[in-house]
């Protein structure tokens, strides 16, 4: 076992399930509350890398390294749903000239 | 089982900052101490010929850039799955070996349907 | 595992059949590899299999709802084949639509934490694509967009309660999970508790249970039609295939706790969906509380872990499925003319008598009405949430479904009225003649012998 790892379990756990929370919900709140829809894929980004700082944290507690490989998963599922979502909203931007998000009000019923 | 670790572990590693900075620092700097210098207003317009640049330069860009740097993200971050294995890659062996291959080919295969597509095309 | 192999292989002919030029054989090779995808399944019964280090099960359940995935996806390519064909990305959408039934496969057969998370992202990011898929529609497209903002923030509480019950056990493996969560019953942490209910809030999502559900009308009406039936029918029962597996496969022992909040999932679910429905005039955004209230149903099975649990989720899984399908070729059909109000339907029965027939026992099934097989999905759910002593639930489930049959006959005899001002046409062609039939003909079947599906799990 490396000197670093070490050096990182003396940080108690506790913590970094704090930040993680903290992480996790500054993201909730950006997706159910800002209005720029980019904004809002940032905060969904910003909610799996909370996971993602969890997953290690757990990961290196347990000694156990399926949370990392875990984490490689969420990163490239990230990428790859982040990029449909911009390319969905490249889309809309073309069809209505803007991305704001009070704008995706027509489905009402 | 700890590894104790001494200073002269990271030499190789020392080296390869140096020489990893040093030839940024060559290619920024030196060339521009050795190339002749000649400055007219011709050669600082921002195109030296063709018609006069107008207005401002930070305006809404080609959605192509979009597209290559979202392609560029995903295949990048692909690469994360060989990290695993290249580090276990004496364990896993011919199995190990056979399934990366397989991996490798389903994404050049996404390649080539971006390639055919035409998603790469500028014009 | 094969059944797996077979439909990603479709996806990936479906890939590069444009860029080959040899678009025609999509649907063939799509149904070849179907078929084969059902057989392989099938070769899968009673053989046990872990696959990958224990990634994935391939027991006698993932079996047969990976059967019923792929005998729903055969109905369906078929019903959706001419929409498919319109435009230039034919291909493109056959690959997608085959790549997300990879997921929903993944999503039954799953033995880890890790695939169950790539199972649902393999089936939502190729859905969120397709429900934006007519590109020139704003609706389309903020159908797309919404599905995605909803699924991507699903995803991310499903992987903190990942997250938390890895940090609890130091495991993904479901197994290990039951084991630990069968020695350390006593004194589990908070974090465990925590991690289980947001797991199953991530799930509630995908399955549009209440009240996480307010996505669902939207983007099922926004999104194509065919798209809407893939998603209320298949996407419906891999997420349920999905939320069973894990909740009897990882905590089983626990399930006092996690139980009352199905109770309150299910209960919402019934009374929103079912209120709701009445109040649309819009024969697509009704389908999509009905699922809303369906969803409901489908939980009542999960209140106790029984042997009649798996299979009366699977017969209410088969009925509703093909009832929707039926269903939804209508509304297909209904989208050409750009009119899905439910008005609209007036004189349908008298220019079409015979699919006038057809389509009521389809949506009294739906409604729950004896001898069809919503009636017997129905009466299994109801019988094993009356098992588990929650007599009060079944009590509220008998009520909304008399709420349900309300406005199922307001559709009926919307087309059994004379025409009104508007007097659209309806075509169907050829596929949505099959597909009427062999959905017709499955509900009577299953509504008739029900042991087809019961007693087989």
């Given at each position: ?109 | ?96 070996f056979i399934e990366m291959i397989l991996f490798i080919s389903l994404f050049m295969l996404g390649f080539l349907y971006i390639v055919r597509k035409g998603a790469?095309?500028?014009? | ?166 940090g609890a056990c130091g495991t993904f493996n479901l197994q290990e999970i039951n084991a630990f969560v069968a020695t350390n019953k006593s004194d589990l942490s ?268």
């Amino acid at each position: 076992m490396s000197l670093s790892l070490q050096i990182l379990q003396h940080v108690p756990v506790n913590n970094y399930v704090l930040l993680a929370a903290m992480l996790f919900c500054i993201g909730v709140f950006g997706v159910l509350f800002r209005r720029n829809t980019i904004i809002v894929l940032m905060c969904v980004e910003l909610m799996l890398n909370a996971v993602n700082l969890l997953m290690v944290a757990f990961s290196a507690m347990h000694n156990d390294p399926g949370g990392q490989i875990f984490v490689f998963f969420i990163m490239a599922v990230a990428a790859a749903e982040v990029s449909v979502g911009l390319a969905i909203m490249v889309l809309i931007y073309r069809n209505s000239g803007s991305v704001d998000i009070d704008l995706l009000n027509k489905l009402k019923g | 089982m700890i590894f104790l670790s001494v200073p002269s572990d990271y030499m190789p590693m020392a080296i390869m900052f140096v020489v990893s900075i040093g030839f940024v620092l060559t290619t920024i700097f030196v060339t521009h101490l050795i190339g002749p210098k000649r400055k007219s207003d011709v050669k600082l317009d921002t195109f030296e010929c063709g018609i006069e640049p107008q207005g401002n330069s930070r305006i809404p860009f080609s959605i192509k850039y979009f597209l290559v740097a979202i392609l560029f993200v995903l295949f990048d971050v692909e690469v994360i799955f060989m990290y695993p294995w290249a580090v276990n890659f004496l364990e896993l062996g011919m199995y190990g070996f056979i399934e990366m291959i397989l991996f490798i080919s389903l994404f050049m295969l996404g390649f080539l349907y971006i390639v055919r597509k035409g998603a790469l095309k500028w014009e | 595992m094969n059944t797996l192999i077979a439909i990603a292989g479709i996806g990936i002919v479906a890939m590069i059949a444009d860029i080959l030029r040899i678009r025609k054989i999509i649907f063939p090779v799509a149904m070849a590899g179907l078929a084969i995808a059902a057989f392989t399944a099938v070769s899968d019964w009673n053989t046990n299999t872990r696959y990958f280090n224990d990634m994935m099960f391939f027991d006698n359940y993932a079996a047969a709802f990976s059967l019923l995935i792929v005998v729903i996806a055969i109905i369906w390519f078929v019903m959706a084949v001419p929409d498919l064909k319109t435009g230039n990305h034919y291909s493109d959408k056959s690959a997608l639509v085959a790549f997300s039934l990879a997921g929903s496969v993944v999503m039954v057969s799953f033995s880890n934490l890790a695939m169950l998370f790539l199972g649902i992202e393999i089936l939502s990011v190729s859905l969120y694509v397709l429900a934006a898929s007519n590109k020139n529609n704003l609706l389309s497209n903020e159908a797309g967009f919404k599905y995605f903002i909803m699924g991507a923030f699903a995803t991310g509480i499903f992987l903190f309660g990942v997250a938390l019950i890895y940090g609890a056990c130091g495991t993904f493996n479901l197994q290990e999970i039951n084991a630990f969560v069968a020695t350390n019953k006593s004194d589990l942490s908070g974090q465990m508790y925590t991690g289980v209910l947001l797991m199953i809030i991530g799930l509630s999502f995908k399955i549009a249970a209440a009240p996480f559900h307010f996505w669902a009308p939207d983007v099922y009406e926004g999104s194509p039609t065919t798209i809407t039936a893939f998603m209320s029918t298949i996407v419906k029962v891999a997420a349920f295939g999905a939320l069973y597996r894990l909740m009897a496969g990882c905590f089983s022992q626990i399930n006092e706790w996690w139980t009352t909040v199905f109770i309150i999932l299910s209960v919402v679910s019934m009374l929103v969906g079912n209120i709701m429905a009445t109040r649309q005039s819009s024969f697509k955004r009704l389908l999509a509380f009905s699922s809303i209230s369906h969803a409901g149903y489908m939980l009542l099975p999960l209140l106790t872990l029984s042997d009649l649990t798996g299979t009366s989720l699977l017969l209410y899984g088969a009925a509703y499925a093909f009832a929707s399908i039926g269903i939804f070729s209508l509304v297909s059909v209904m989208s050409e003319n750009d009119d899905e109000s439910i008005d609209s339907l007036n004189g349908f029965a008298k220019s079409h008598p015979i699919k006038a027939i057809l389509f009521s026992v389809l949506l009294l099934s739906l409604a729950g009405i004896p001898p069809l097989a919503g009636f017997m999905g129905k009466y299994y759910a109801f019988y094993a949430a009356l098992k588990s002593g929650n007599t009060s639930i079944v009590l509220i489930a008998i009520i909304s479904s008399l709420i349900g049959v309300y406005y199922y006959l307001q559709v009926i005899i919307a087309m059994y009225k004379p025409t009104g001002h508007t007097s659209a046409s309806f075509r169907f062609t050829i596929y949505q003649n099959i597909v009427l039939w062999t959905c017709f003909l499955i509900t009577l079947i299953l509504g008739i012998f029900p042991q087809l599906i019961i007693g087989w799990l």
